[in-house]
């Protein structure tokens, strides 16, 4: 509730309860978990001390289920129940997905997102991808000693609607509160600005192993605004390390491979390729299961002239990104390096010459999403510190748009758009009597319908019959501060109403979310009934604890009437909370929302009007 | 505050063409520091979908102002002239002529992929539209609407040729 936030600036309102608050940055090849301790950002690391989890999770013909290193370590023997690198499956159908014939999955095509068959049933990357960050949440519970409050979860910012939707849904599955999903380089961007006390404008070159992004940020008194992102959702190291399998293959000229001695050549492409970071060649070496055997030297020469498509495909976006935000290379203060595959020389040196200024690479390409994203939930969660307040303005990345009438794409929300953001366009019927109509949502830049891609169909229906042309139909878009989109549509000149929320179609519908959260409760279920109890108390505490703050300092704001009915709310939320009924508890919590609605209205624009009476807020 | 009011006086500025760039940043980021969603996201759902209409609303508003033809045609709507945007395609021979011309060599750089021809177009069409912005300022600050509206109407299809200069720009990059 917004009287919470505006009680104090630079201090939560109830400055004595550390809200535990994780940041995880969930990525292609390894995923992190970072959290603030004592006002620093830091990573959480396994029990062995070790803080990247391999992104792998193997599902054995025993029903066990191994996320990381123990997954990472048995990937060639058993490659088909071992899924890598998930999150290029996230909210893909399996015609997005390249290199799908050197892949040792069994894939099945399913509505929507593409699924794949294991030892322990079909799963979708959706789920493969809530193991990974269950392993997550656990070693954050274990490394904290009490329960998550919420976490902000990473996403590529050139993620559309349906993979950043399908990261969502991961998160629900894994039992985790989501406190936003924050685009990597932005996060890139808090740990470095604040690090570094930066000003000005910054780029910032994320180069992961399955995704890359370019952001043009502008940092300036505690504002990190986004001008423009662009990049290239399907590469990144991955793409590196396929290009050294295909060269081995060809150089060995080895006939077609069974699955385990793909992945294990995959595997030596990988250490190759990191060995070239720091020396000029490399040895590569593997005994395949037909009694062949490689032997063969990659040198950096080599290396470089098989990879130069792809250092040059990152330059595109990033020239995109550029004129998007009106600026060119030499107005750019200094480019932030991310993602381990931005360790290549080759990378390194593209950049440079690209920016005409030396790559920074003070902070580790591998952890400084993780911290970033720490850093943001830490605020989220209302833990500030004084003075240590910060905004962030981000943007979508690609535009959204409704089909038109001959398979045209009429674009709503132009890409680069600051998040919030709302945009509404009319349509009308095109047949007398028309009482139904088809809208098609697509996200992309592209003209043609077939050449976006599509989010979700619906139809309004039961509109009151008119002649061609005279109905006026209301879209809706509804941008939130996590990218993802939702579309109302309203039929105006009958006064009639029709009202649709739209989830995507490569999301999880609400019904197999629930299923799926069964699935898993059955192993756990008294546990899971606890922890949910636990946590609508918490809540209510803490509505108790911030309405309480607000009444003492704005209870002028207030008549005696309704200041006797918000008490009254209090009084019966204070009676349920101790008790066990989350029903009776959420109600209660629900009544003295609404019956403090107004005034946290009227408190939201004393503030504001403060703000812009031009007095700092330190002042008030 | 009322976010029901219009755009200038939600951000307490003069309504006006004119505009103070770095004021409204200014104002700008106060306004989003005090509603943005981010600073309510421990809430109830109900506060945080408060918060994202607030944003939104503040969004909308920065963008319209900042951008100087959203601006222009904005006053024109509170002023209560129908500019006929979407109807009234009426223009000057001698402008529909000179577009016509530049419209065929960006066509033709286009498609020799001629990337410095492009850029360079770009840059001389940008100099024409600077031009005609501060004729519609001093229009619009002498309440000629009419005059207002015909410039607005000119530099909306220039603005789409630069932006088509810009996609094909993009093309050639990718």
């Not at chain 1, 697509?442 to 619906?458: H, I, K, M, N, Y």
């Not at chain 1, 609508?536 to 006797?564: F, I, P």
Request: with cysteine; net charge negative.
């Amino acid at each position: 509730m917004a009287l919470l936030q505006i009680s104090e600036p630079g201090e939560s309102a109830a400055p004595h309860e550390h809200r535990l608050a994780i940041g995880i940055d969930l990525g292609t090849t390894n995923s992190l978990v970072a959290t603030v301790r004592s006002g620093m950002a830091v990573v959480l690391n396994d029990e062995l001390g070790r803080s990247l989890l391999p992104s792998v999770v193997r599902y054995g013909v025993d029903g066990a289920v191994e996320v990381g290193y123990d997954a990472q370590a048995r990937q060639a023997a058993d490659p088909r129940n071992t899924i890598v690198s998930v999150k290029r499956f996230m909210g893909r159908g399996i015609k997005d997905i390249e290199h799908v014939e050197s892949m040792a999955y069994d894939f099945v095509e399913a509505e929507g997102m593409v699924k794949l068959r294991t030892a322990q049933g079909v799963k979708s990357p959706v789920e493969v991808s809530a193991d990974i960050l269950r392993a997550l949440r656990e070693r954050a519970e274990l490394s904290l000693g009490g329960q998550i409050t919420g976490a902000v979860i990473t996403v590529p910012a050139y993620f559309d609607d349906a993979q950043r939707q399908a990261t969502k849904d991961a998160a629900r599955l894994a039992g985790i509160n989501v406190l936003r999903l924050l685009n990597e380089p932005t996060a890139a961007a808090i740990a470095y600005g604040l690090d570094n006390a930066a000003e000005g404008i910054y780029a910032v070159y994320d180069l992961g192993g399955g995704t890359f992004d370019i952001s043009i940020l502008k940092l300036a008194k505690g504002v990190f605004q986004v001008l423009a992102t662009g990049g290239d959702s399907a590469l990144g190291g991955d793409d590196f390390d396929h290009r050294v399998f295909c060269w081995i293959i060809e150089q060995a000229k080895l006939a077609p491979l069974s699955h385990e001695d793909a992945r294990l050549l995959q595997i030596r492409a990988r250490e190759a390729k990191e060995y070239l970071t720091t020396h000029g060649e490399a040895p590569i070496t593997a005994r395949l299961s037909t009694g062949e055997f490689v032997d063969l030297k990659l040198t950096t020469a080599i290396f470089n002239e098989i990879t130069h498509t792809l250092v040059h495909k990152t330059l595109g976006p990033t020239r995109k990104a550029l004129r998007d935000a009106g600026l060119s290379p030499d107005e750019i203060a200094g480019v932030v390096m991310v993602g381990g595959a931005t360790r290549m020389p080759q990378i390194q040196k593209a950049v440079e010459d690209f920016f005409g200024c030396e790559p920074l690479n003070n902070l580790d390409p591998d952890k400084v999403v993780a911290l970033g994203a720490a850093t943001q939930a830490n605020l989220l969660a209302g833990n500030r510190a004084a003075g240590d307040d910060w905004l962030l303005l981000d943007v979508i990345p690609l535009s959204l748009g409704i089909e038109t009438m001959g398979g045209l794409v009429e674009k709503i929300i132009p890409r680069n758009s600051t998040i919030p953001v709302a945009r509404a366009q009319e349509f009308t019927t095109f047949k007398d009597g028309q009482t139904a109509m088809a809208l098609h949502v697509v996200q992309g830049e592209r003209e043609l319908v077939s050449d976006c891609r599509s989010l979700a169909r619906f139809e309004l229906r039961g509109m009151p019959p008119m002649v061609a042309g005279a109905a006026r139909i209301r879209v809706t878009f509804q941008v939130d501060a996590d990218g993802l989109l939702s579309v109302t549509a309203r039929e105006q000149t009958s006064g009639h109403e029709a009202h649709i929320e739209v989830k995507p179609s490569y999301g999880l519908s609400d019904d197999e979310i629930a299923a799926m959260l069964k699935d898993g409760y059955t192993h756990a279920s008294d546990d899971a009934f606890r922890r949910a109890l636990r946590e609508v108390q918490v809540e209510a505490q803490r509505l108790v604890e911030a309405v309480q703050s607000a009444l003492k300092e704005d209870s002028h704001l207030l008549s005696t009437l309704e200041r006797a009915h918000i008490d009254a709310c209090m009084a019966r939320l204070q009676a349920v909370m101790i008790g066990d009924d989350r029903r009776a508890i959420d109600a209660a919590m629900d009544a003295l929302s609404k019956g403090t609605a107004e005034f946290a209205a009227r408190r939201m624009n004393q503030s504001v009007q403060r703000a812009l009476a031009g007095k700092k807020v330190e002042e008030l | 505050m009322n976010f029901d009011q219009d755009h200038f006086t939600l951000f307490a500025l003069p309504r006006q063409q004119g505009l103070d760039a770095a004021r409204l940043e200014e104002l700008y980021r106060d306004l989003q520091a005090r509603v943005h969603p981010d600073k309510h996201a421990h809430l109830s759902p109900a506060e945080q979908r408060q918060a994202m209409q607030r944003a939104t609303r503040v969004n909308e508003a920065y963008l319209t102002l900042k951008d100087p033809l959203r601006r222009a045609r904005y006053l024109l709507e509170l002023a209560g002239h129908d500019a006929g945007l979407e109807t009234n395609t009426a223009m000057p021979a001698e402008f529909l002529m000179a577009q016509m011309e530049l419209r065929e060599a960006v066509a033709e750089a286009k498609e020799a992929g001629d990337i410095d021809a492009l850029d360079a177009r770009h840059r001389t069409l940008k100099k024409a539209v600077r031009g005609e912005f501060e004729a519609l300022q001093a229009a619009l600050d002498a309440g000629e609407y009419e005059r207002a509206g015909e410039l607005v109407r000119q530099l909306m299809f220039q603005e789409k040729l630069l932006h088509e200069i810009d996609d094909a720009l993009a093309l050639l990059d990718a």
